[in-house]
Nanobody, 123 residues
Framework: QVQLVESGGGLVQAGGSLRLSCAASGRTFSSYAMGWFRQAPGKEREFVAR????????YYADSVQGRFTISRDNAKNTVYLQMNRLKPEDTAVYYCASTKNIVTMRGYEYDYWGQGTQVTVSS
């Protein structure tokens, strides 16, 4: 059974940093990609970043490019999202998810999702 468990959310002031973690279990992820998505109240879920387990290739949404960094630790089966220079508009529930389509940013192509972790950025 695949499980994705996020952690690391919290309350931070604008300009601050947080690191989210996503611990993955239940399958061999080497041929998959992992993505981070977020959903703010009253808004649609949006893509944030993704990484391929095999080679570490990454891709970011324009809104976070240069501020967020996605990485993975193969030995720990864990994906991270380092978030720097946070803005109030980054406030959302952040989810990690896995996909067989290693280049996609479309949420419906991700098959397993974590429960989410709240990130709140105060101004």
């Amino acid at each position: 059974q695949v499980q994705l468990v996020e952690s690391g959310g919290g309350l931070v002031q604008a300009g601050g940093s947080l690191r989210l973690s996503c611990a993955a279990s239940g399958r061999t992820f080497s041929s998959y990609a992992m993505g981070w998505f977020r959903q703010a109240p009253g808004k649609e879920r949006e893509f944030v970043a993704r990484i391929r387990w095999s080679d570490g290739d990454t891709y970011y949404a324009d809104s976070v490019q240069g501020r967020f960094t996605i990485s993975r630790d193969n030995a720990k089966n864990t994906v991270y999202l380092q978030m720097n220079r946070l803005k109030p508009e980054d406030t959302a529930v952040y989810y990690c998810a896995s996909t067989k389509n290693i280049v996609t940013m479309r949420g419906y192509e991700y098959d397993y999702w974590g429960q989410g972790t709240q990130v709140t950025v105060s101004s």
